[in-house]
């Protein structure tokens, strides 16, 4: 029997979300330079404030030069030879005549709201799922935003972040850039230089979010980067859960996706961002897919303060992406539950970074990653325990699955303890799928298939649970689609 | 017809040659009771029936009920009805009882051309035999095996079973690493597979089993063979001699 | 990776009597001249590594940088606690003497099967092998540094089937010398199916006498041949101002066995490399490790462990205690190569953290590009169990003595792994006594 060619032949099925929509969009020419960040600060009709906050990051990011430890090989990029902001002309020109004034969904293009059917998010209020909200991003603008005035009612904002900008400009220049800095790392001063847009959610006390928020990015011109930024502030008490899934079309160059994502968490507040990617991940020859260099940081700044990151990431020809918490406020608990699955020629370097400051902080990592193909797949994160972070906690479990010998499996923890009174658990396996755990199962009537699945599935048990519901049931499939014909 | 069939048959591991040339013959309502010391080659014969990879049969035939069993997928032999109880059942964190449960036993009925088992029913069987096999509830949303100790293994085999009704089931070494207790609630597990319709095969190392499980034939496999056949009686016998004395005189 | 708290890097300039060094250095190393000029070269152009070079993010060698130009080592001065000859605790060893880098007189009588040969004496061939680990970049600057410079060394010769029971001891006793650095270079062969112990100890006599700083950077090369096996140890005791870089490339052939113990208690600044390549199936590797930073030192270890054939496997354990300002870095890396199926490896890095302003960092790594492996890894920092004390005062015990049985406890089982009973107890009092 060939367990390993009928593996293989799983992991092998074909991307659904790749299709265009062919919608009559501006796009601005390739290059980039100072005129280029006016251009675009300018489409948004942004003040004063934000065009410096952008032309300070861009001439810092010329100082820079790309990250070179990440365990990841591609060409060169060419930032002259992208195009840096791409829309809709229907919703581009109505973000220059009017970008403080929200959507309808009767001003939505309607080959929109037909490619978000598509892709399974409808978008009118009575169709989408019940109790979720969703912003959705179409390369460099939102295009509409959900459930809005239900939100409003209990003084939760949720809008795109050029809205916020003219809506609610002091939250923005309290919070832009507190977290990640513009010049935090080459990708975060790129994008805090060329942003175009993104979701901005805002908590106020006391209030714990009556839905679930969600984003639903997507890219679709062609030669263009996708620069988002997303700002959720919780403040006092609040609580919210936020999902994030994302999809592109099936093109044969690489795509450059470089987003920034800020989460502040003040005392009791509680933030759950959840993530489900599925950029286009190139094809079976590793040619074409989504390089996803993207900075998410989240500061538990208040005391007794929440951050759990979860993601399942599934697609991009390239992950470089570490979401991370900073535990500043005493009490305060971050969260990293992570399911990274490659195949083919996929390229995955991710983790997270728990930065215990405050008194009695806690952080769990829980990181399961699956390669099969020729795909490579890294671990990275970092723990750290400041001197004043006294009886810091950390949790960290990183498992490894393999699945055929031409992929590779790494982990590359780094933990650094300056307190005495900490106390750090670090714990690693890598194997592949036990022949003994299929053949238990075969001989239960259970195709090899179908074994597998549920052995993955098993295996990435722990991360799935913190999923959201409708979440989990997505992520669950996209395993197996994603490790078709890789498993037998 | 018989359930089982088995003529002339040879398997070897690699270069190693194991079993020599094997004849077993279970109807259906027949408990077999096949006996030997270490080596002898009773797992292998349990591993070869199952159909695990690794072991290449050499000669001979295995006919399970009028199919031949030998060019079935190992999935395929569970569906048709043959169960095989694992001596050291492997552990596979992660994934639930209750999901190993009622996927093994769509499948079964999938197999036979019937519809899934609505949940409800499922759920009420399964607790069902949760309870008469001792355990607690809790076990159904553990990962199979997971942590569990030798005992609750074994009993985890003999649910599995029961559940899923098989025509013939292999048992191997399931007394193995039990306690009094629960040697008493698997025993009664399996007196209530018995039936006209059903065959049994125990392969154990020691008579223990067989006071609770009555055998209605004895076998004795040494190096590969089986020397000697019998009723219950053999096994008491060798209770008493010890296999040294039988294979000299079976020598 | 990015670090989330800015991190100050200013870049180890090669200090002016290190420049001084390298520019006459063909009299002075004994590598091959091509392989020398390059060394030099590399050196030059990269400077000293920093924490910009990933295996240096948490070593800072500025120390070697500010060194006086000149040793100023104070013989006269009388030793805080009387020395303590090694040999005591070692029956029998064949004891070879390198004070700063010169081998000392060679001892006579050396039983068959041990032959040494000083670099400067050894064929062309044998020098080539001693130096064939070239610096592949910055992160080996150090590499590139001895083998620029390197001046003093032997070939150690084990006989194929020879059985050498009693250890062969290097003592390392680098005390008066004119110069503030001295780099020595160790090729180590074991023959088929030979058996040795080797202990190299830093300095042997365990003064705590306040020595004046001085530098010492080791290259050693070994390689076994098929069933052979090597017990390594490195004793690094007393002397608080020393500063010892290290570096070890092991080859395994087939069926071979290594063993490392590496136990550093001295030093002001140590780092302790290991690289273990396991190139044929059967051979295994065990790299125990202990090290115990207190005052304001700095111990660094650094292994790889390279499975580049199937069928191998690889146990790895180390423990860092760290008290007052201490520093202990501990980072492992185990690569299995494509290819290379049926490995088993297993990491731990087990570290107590004693103080608030010690600080230890430690990265295990797996590195995996086969698929039917069996390899992990675990790490914790934690403090004593405040349970653990509580319990032993209840049975009138003092905290403090308390805390000295737990510290030891702690280490025990890397020092339990020595073949030595004297050693042993000798090690465990010394331990008792720095907790």
Not at chain 1, 4 to 15: F, N, W
Request: glycine fraction near 8%.
């Amino acid at each position: 029997m060939s367990e390993q060619h009928e593996i293989e032949a799983l992991v092998s099925r074909d991307y659904q979300y790749g299709f265009v929509t062919d919608i009559e969009q501006e796009i601005i020419p390739p290059g980039l330079n100072e005129d280029v960040v006016r251009l675009i600060s300018a489409k948004k009709n942004e003040p004063e404030f934000l065009l410096q906050w952008r032309l300070d990051a861009y001439r810092h990011w010329l100082t820079m030069t790309p990250p070179t430890w990440a365990h990841v090989h591609y060409p060169p990029i060419d930032y002259q030879a992208l195009s840096y902001y791409a829309a809709p002309k229907s919703a581009s020109e109505q973000a220059e005549i009017d970008a403080n004034r929200p959507k309808s969904l009767d001003e939505v293009d309607p080959k929109l709201l037909e490619m978000y059917e598509k892709l399974g998010i409808p978008l009118h209020e009575r169709a989408a799922l019940a109790g979720v909200a969703v912003d959705a991003v179409f390369d460099s603008v939102s295009v509409t935003t959900t459930f809005r005035e239900k939100l409003a009612e209990v003084g939760v904002i949720f809008c795109s972040f050029s809205e916020a900008v003219h809506s609610h400009p002091e939250l923005i220049k309290q919070y832009l850039g507190s977290v990640v800095p513009p010049g935090d790392n080459y990708y975060a001063a790129l994008n805090s230089a060329v942003f175009s847009d993104g979701s901005f959610v805002f908590i106020p006390k006391g209030v714990r979010c009556p839905m679930e928020l969600s984003t639903y990015f997507r890219i679709n011109a062609l030669n263009t980067g996708q620069f988002e930024r997303t700002l959720i502030v919780a403040e006092e008490g609040a609580h919210v859960s936020y999902l994030e899934g994302c999809t592109a079309p099936q093109r044969d160059e690489n795509q450059l996706h470089a987003a920034v994502v800020e989460l502040v968490a003040l005392d009791d507040a509680t933030i759950k961002y959840s993530t489900v990617q599925n950029w286009y991940p190139g094809d079976e020859f590793g040619k074409g897919g989504i390089y996803n260099f993207v900075t998410k940081r989240g500061d538990a700044r208040g005391n007794r303060s929440k951050i759990t990151w979860t993601q399942v990431e599934a697609g991009s020809a390239i992950t470089w992406k570490y979401p991370s918490c900073i535990l500043r406020g005493d009490d305060s608990v971050g969260e990293f539950y992570s399911v990274a699955v490659s195949n083919n020629y996929q390229q995955v370097d991710s983790g997270t970074k728990m930065i215990h400051l405050g008194k009695r902080t806690r952080s769990t990592i829980v990181s399961k990653s699956i390669s099969a193909g020729r795909s490579q797949n890294a671990y990275r994160g970092l723990v750290h325990i400041a001197k004043g972070a006294d009886d810091a906690r950390n949790y960290t479990q990183c498992d490894a699955l393999l699945i055929g010998d031409r992929n590779g499996a790494h982990t590359f923890p780094y933990i650094e303890s300056k307190n005495s009174s900490a106390q750090i658990e670090h714990e690693a396996t890598t194997t592949k799928v036990s022949d003994d755990q299929i053949f238990y199962l075969k001989s239960r009537g259970i195709t090899e298939e179908n074994a597998t699945n549920m052995i993955v599935n098993g295996f990435c048990k722990e991360v799935f649970n913190e999923l959201p519901m409708e979440f989990a049931v997505e992520a669950q499939a996209l395993l197996a689609v994603s490790l078709e014909g890789s498993v037998g | 017809m018989s359930l089982l069939e088995i003529k002339n048959l040879h398997a070897n591991i690699g270069d190693k040659v194991i079993l020599r040339g094997i004849n077993l013959t279970v109807n259906a309502g027949e408990i077999h009771a096949i006996m030997g010391p270490n080596g002898s080659g009773k797992s292998t014969l349990c591993q070869v029936l199952g159909g695990r990879d690794g072991f290449e049969v050499t000669e001979g035939s295995v006919q399970f009920d009028g199919m031949n069993l030998l060019e079935m997928a190992t999935e395929d032999r569970a569906n048709a009805g043959l169960l095989l109880g694992f001596q050291h059942p492997v552990e596979i964190p992660g994934v639930k009882n209750i999901y190993l449960l009622k996927e093994s036993l769509n499948a079964q009925r999938k197999a036979r051309g019937l519809g899934e088992l609505d949940t409800f029913a499922f759920m009420k069987q399964v607790r069902e035999l949760v309870k008469s096999m001792q355990m607690d509830d809790a076990f159904l949303h553990r990962g199979v095996n997971a942590g569990f100790s030798g005992g609750e293994k074994k009993r985890n085999e003999i649910l599995q079973m029961l559940l899923l009704q098989p025509k013939l089931a292999l048992l191997d070494e399931t007394d193995s690493g039990l306690d009094i207790d629960a040697l008493k609630i698997v025993s009664e597990g399996i007196n209530r597979l018995r039936g006209t319709d059903r065959g049994i095969v125990l392969v154990t190392h020691y008579q223990r089993l067989l006071s609770y499980v009555e055998p209605d034939f004895v076998h004795i496999l040494y190096k590969g063979q089986i020397i000697k056949s019998g009723d219950k009686s053999l096994a008491l016998q060798l209770e008493a001699e010890g296999y040294e004395d039988i294979l000299k005189a079976a020598s | 990776m990015s670090a989330a708290l800015p991190r100050a890097i200013e870049p180890v300039e090669l200090p002016e009597w290190l420049r001084a060094a390298l520019s006459q250095p063909v009299t002075a190393s004994l590598a091959p001249t091509g392989v020398q000029t390059l060394a030099c070269e590399q050196i030059l152009s990269w400077g000293l590594p920093t924490a910009r070079d990933e295996e240096w993010r948490w070593t800072n060698l500025r120390p070697i940088a500010r060194l006086s130009a000149t040793s100023t080592i104070d013989n006269t001065a009388s030793p805080k606690t009387p020395a303590t000859d090694l040999t005591a605790f070692v029956p029998n060893a064949w004891v070879i003497r390198c004070n700063g880098g010169q081998l000392q007189p060679l001892p006579q009588n050396l039983p068959a099967g041990i032959t040494i040969t000083p670099l400067t004496e050894a064929s062309e061939a044998d020098c080539a092998a001693a130096f064939a680990p070239r610096a592949q970049g910055r992160n080996d600057a150090l590499v590139a540094l001895n083998t620029a410079l390197a001046g003093d060394g032997f070939v150690l010769d084990i006989a194929a089937h020879a059985d050498i029971q009693a250890p062969i001891l290097i003592d390392w006793h680098d005390t008066p010398h004119e110069a503030n650095h001295s780099h020595t270079r160790l090729l180590i062969r074991l023959g088929a199916h030979s058996k040795a112990t080797l202990i190299e100890a830093t300095p042997s006599s365990c003064s705590n006498t306040p020595l004046s700083t001085y530098w010492r950077n080791a290259v050693s090369v070994i390689e076994q041949g098929a069933n052979s096996q090597l017990n390594h140890i490195n004793l690094g005791l007393g002397d608080y101002q020393r500063l010892l870089t290290d570096r070890s490339f092991v080859h395994l052939e087939r069926d071979a066995r290594y063993r490392s113990i590496h136990i550093q208690l001295g030093g002001q600044l140590t780092r302790h490399e290991i690289d273990v390549n396991i190139s044929a199936p059967g051979a295994h590797c065990d790299l125990l490790g202990l090290m115990m930073p207190r005052g304001k030192q700095v111990m660094d270890t650094h292994t790889r462990i390279t499975h580049g054939a199937p069928h191998t496997t690889s146990n790895e354990h180390y423990l860092i205690i760290a008290d007052d300002a201490g520093r202990g870095i501990f980072k492992g890396r185990i690569l299995v190569a494509q290819d290379a199926q049926k490995i088993e490896a297993y990491q731990n890095s087990r570290n107590l953290l004693l103080s608030n302003t010690a600080e230890i960092d430690t990265k295990p790594e797996l590195e995996i590009y086969a698929d039917d492996v069996k390899c992990s890894h675990g790490a914790t920092i934690g403090r004593l169990d405040d349970e653990a004390i509580y319990y032993l005062q209840s049975r009138g015990i003092s905290a403090a003595n308390a805390r000295k049985l737990l510290v030891t406890g702690f280490a025990q089982e890397i020092i339990d792994a020595l073949p030595y009973p004297e050693l042993i107890a000798h090690l465990s009092e010394l331990i008792g006594a720095g907790a």
